[in-house]
């Protein structure tokens, strides 16, 4: 069974910085695709930034100029780096897995909250 754990999130000052990682396990192949999303108490969920195949990397409106993502495939690990952290950046963060890099993402991580106070 594909699972996800995802561990370096906490509590920043605005400014800050914080690296997320997603680590897959019970998984073998190299190639895949994942995304990095968030969701904010009462607002929808926002995705913000994709890593699609052969390490192309798409940062959302949400991240940009701020955040960027990255991958060590021969670990199944991936980072979220985020700098300049706002007060609106405050939310739970997931990595998402899409093994098929279809955009549908079959596996979730547990989540790691992200509080941001100004």
């Known amino acids: 069974q594909v699972r996800l754990v995802e561990s370096g999130g906490g509590s920043v000052q605005a400014g800050g910085s914080l690296r997320l990682t997603c680590t897959i396990s019970e998984y073998t192949r190299s190639d895949y695709c994942m995304a990095w999303w968030r969701q904010a108490p009462g607002k929808e969920r926002e995705r913000v930034a994709r890593l699609g195949r052969g390490g192309l990397v798409y940062i959302f409106d949400s991240g940009e100029g701020r955040f960027a993502t990255s991958q060590d495939r021969t670990k199944h690990t991936q980072y979220l780096q985020m700098n300049s952290l706002k007060p609106w950046d405050t939310a739970m963060y997931y990595c998402?897995?899409?093994?098929?890099?279809?955009?549908?993402?079959?596996?979730w991580g547990q989540g790691t909250q992200v509080t941001v106070s100004s």
């Open positions: 998402a897995f899409d093994p098929a890099c279809t955009h549908d993402y079959d596996y």
